[in-house]
């Protein structure tokens, strides 16, 4: 158990499927955080959904 670990997610892009910056969240605040959001994409220019994808910390992209 992780307790009060940080989680780390990364946000990729629905318009171009690219990947973007990785985040840390708190996951015992997991479930106020959405899958989706909506960000500003610069492969696109503009703003798209981008959905959360757990990921491990250190672990490449
Ligand atoms: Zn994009």
Redesign the pocket.
Known sequence: MARGKSQFATWR?S??N?PHGVTAYNKKSNEKITKELSMF?N??RKH?DHKRKDTKKGSGN
Do not use: D
Request: proline content about 0%; overall charge positive.
């Open positions: 892009c318009g171009c690219k994409c492969q696109c798209t």
